[in-house]
Structures are given as structure tokens and as C-alpha cells.
């Protein structure tokens, strides 16, 4: 992942911190179209606020200063994904896609966790 490259284990953390926090505030929208079993969506919902919580103590640590250039790349690309459902109107197809882009940067995010293990 180009965003994380040349970074150190810190910045790598704040990045992933960002990331599920954006991902989190997506899916807590107008989520009444989706065809998902709720229960999975709910499971997910759960997993995601456990991994926030564990990352706060890492993100308040001293030393985690956040990196805005980097935080404001992955607030814009979270924000154009907002405003893509907004424009669909919550559409079936538009969560579709979101859900493909969530995949994609969980990917990432098991990308950049693997780093920081391999660092320790």
C-alpha cells in the first residue's frame, strides 16, 4: 500500500485507526436498502467498534501525533464514498460497491497490520 510505505509503526497505526473509524461512520448511515442478513451487519458493526476501542490506547499514546496529510487522504476518500451513497440515495447497488471498497481496505489494513508484526 503506497500510503503506508516508509512509514513508521505509529503512523501505521493512526492510518488504520482513521480507517476503520471512516469505515464505522459509513456504515452507521441509512442502511434500510441493504439486503444483508442484519445479523451480519451487526456482528460487523460489533467488530468494528472492538478493534476502535483497542486501537484508542495505541492512537493516545505519547509519540502518535496524527500525520494530516495522510489522515486528510483518507478523510477524502471516505468522504467521496459518503457523498456516492448520498448521490445514490442509499441505493441497493451503492452499498454494493461500498461493501466492495470496505473489502478492499480491510485488505490494506491486514497489509499494514502485517507490517507492524514483521517490525516488532
Same mark, same amino acid.
Given at each position: 500500500?503506497?500510503?503506508?510505505?516508509? &512509514?513508521?509503526? $505509529? !503512523?501505521?497505526? +493512526? %492510518? #488504520?485507526? $482513521?480507517?476503520?473509524?471512516?469505515? @464505522? +461512520? %459509513?456504515? @452507521?448511515?441509512n442502511l434500510d436498502s441493504v439486503t444483508w442478513p442484519? !445479523?451480519? #451487519? /451487526? =456482528?460487523?458493526?460489533?467488530?468494528?467498534?472492538?478493534?476502535?476501542? /483497542?486501537? /484508542?490506547e495505541c492512537v493516545k499514546k505519547p509519540g502518535s501525533e496524527s500525520r494530516p496529510r495522510? =489522515?486528510? *487522504? %483518507?478523510?477524502?476518500?471516505?468522504? =467521496? &464514498?459518503?457523498?456516492? &451513497?448520498? +448521490?445514490?440515495?442509499? @441505493? #441497493?447497488?451503492?452499498?454494493?460497491?461500498?461493501? *466492495? /471498497?470496505?473489502?478492499? @481496505?480491510? +485488505? $490494506?489494513? &491486514?497489509? %499494514?497490520?502485517?507490517?507492524?508484526?514483521?517490525?516488532?
Amino acid at each position: 500500500m503506497k500510503l503506508s510505505k516508509g &512509514l513508521q509503526t $505509529q !503512523d501505521r497505526i +493512526q %492510518i #488504520v485507526h $482513521q480507517t476503520l473509524h471512516h469505515i @464505522s +461512520q %459509513i456504515y @452507521s448511515m441509512n442502511l434500510d436498502s441493504v439486503t444483508w442478513p442484519q !445479523d451480519k #451487519v /451487526e =456482528n460487523f458493526w460489533l467488530l468494528l467498534d472492538r478493534q476502535l476501542e /483497542e486501537l /484508542e490506547e495505541c492512537v493516545k499514546k505519547p509519540g502518535s501525533e496524527s500525520r494530516p496529510r495522510r =489522515n486528510a *487522504a %483518507i478523510h477524502r476518500y471516505f468522504r =467521496n &464514498l459518503e457523498t456516492f &451513497l448520498k +448521490q445514490k440515495r442509499f @441505493s #441497493v447497488c451503492a452499498w454494493e460497491i461500498i461493501r *466492495a /471498497e470496505t473489502r478492499a @481496505s480491510l +485488505q $490494506q489494513i &491486514l497489509f %499494514i497490520t502485517a507490517q507492524i508484526r514483521r517490525r516488532k
